[in-house]
C-alpha cells in the first residue's frame, strides 16, 4: 500500500446516537430463521431498513486514519436506499481526489455481504460529483470480477479486514 495520504487532515464529527426504529417491521431481526432447511416462504422474510444497513456500515474504519465512516461522514443513513431484495448505499468521499474511496466502498460491500442474507443484491456508489474519478470507482465497485479479484489480493484482503476489525460494535465507541 501507498503511504501518500490523500487527506492529512479530515474534519471529525461525533457519531450519532443509534437510530430509533420507526416502525414495527423494524423491530425485526436482522437474520432469517437459519434453523430451517426448507424453502423461505415469503411470509418468513425478514425486512431490513436503511437504519439496519448505516448499524451495519457506520463503525467502518476509514483505511487511512484511525475514524469511523461515520465520523468523517462517509456515510449516513440518508444514503442508503432499500428495497425489497436491494440495497444501494451512495459514500461520500472526503475528498474529491480521494485515492482511498475504491477501498472505502469495498469495505462496505464485504461488510454487507458478509452480514446480510444472499437474497440481497448490493450496489455501491459515490455520490454524484463529489469524486473526480467517479465513474471508474463506481464500475470498479459494482463489477464483481473486479471485487472478487480485489479480494484475491492479499494486501487489500488486509486492510479490508482492518477497516473492518470493529464493525461487530454497531454504532458503539471502541472500547480502549
Known sequence: MT??????NPVVFSPTKQAERRSDLLANSLWLDEDSDSEVEEEDVQYIDQDEIFDLVRSIYDPEHPNTLEELRVV???QIT?????????????VPHCGMSTLIGLSIRVRL????????????????GSHQSEHAVNKQLNDKERVAAALENSALL???EHCLSDTGLRGQPKLM
Do not use: C, M, W
Open 3 to 8: 503511504s501518500e495520504i490523500y487527506n492529512p
Open 76 to 78: 449516513s443513513a440518508p
Open 82 to 94: 432499500v428495497g425489497e431484495n436491494h440495497v444501494k448505499v451512495e459514500f461520500t468521499p472526503t
Open 113 to 128: 455481504l458478509r452480514s446480510l442474507p444472499s437474497r440481497f443484491k448490493v450496489d455501491i456508489f459515490v455520490k454524484p
Open 158 to 160: 488486509e486492510t479490508v
